[in-house]
């Protein structure tokens, strides 16, 4: 979820809020919020392009960039992960490079916000979806 730092002053209470289509948690088991039918407010300024995939991983105690390697590291959870995004990719004929993280969100092509908005994630940097990317 995007914080209130990524937009004006009083976005806090913005609704709807954010959602997911999608939440893995750790043992590998898809959750299917949101259909695929529905927009959701995911990802800053790709609103409209993201199919939003969450990973359960607490940060606790670390940084955002050691809750992505313990995702990256945990058999079932990024299997299913892999999975579904290829799934996705069959589904909506994506290419690798339409796969893209939250930390990388700002940069794509594709980014359009038209109040200024960014997003302010350090989860899934470009290093880590080049991995994700080669297990794809």
């Known amino acids: 979820a995007d914080t ?5 002053a009083g976005s806090a ?6 959602c997911s289509q999608f939440i893995v948690d750790q043992q590998g088991t ?13 990802t800053i300024g790709l609103n409209r392009w993201a ?10 105690g670390h940084d955002s ?3 992505t390697d313990q995702i990256l590291h945990r058999t079932k959870q990024i299997t299913a992960v892999v999975a579904l995004v ?10 690798k490079s339409d796969v893209i993280g939250h930390g990388t969100a700002n940069d ?7 109040e200024g908005w960014r997003n302010d994630h350090t989860d899934w940097q470009a290093e880590d979806v080049r991995v994700l990317r080669r297990r794809l």
């Open 4 to 8: 209130p730092a990524a937009g004006p």
């Open 13 to 18: 209470a913005e609704l709807p809020g954010t």
């Open 30 to 42: 898809i959750h299917q919020l949101v259909p695929l039918t529905l927009q959701c407010r995911h």
């Open 51 to 60: 199919i939003g995939i969450e990973m359960v991983q607490s940060d606790a």
């Open 65 to 67: 960039l050691w809750a």
């Open 86 to 95: 290829r799934a996705l990719m069959a589904r909506y004929d994506l290419s």
């Open 108 to 114: 794509d092509p594709r980014f359009v916000e038209l």
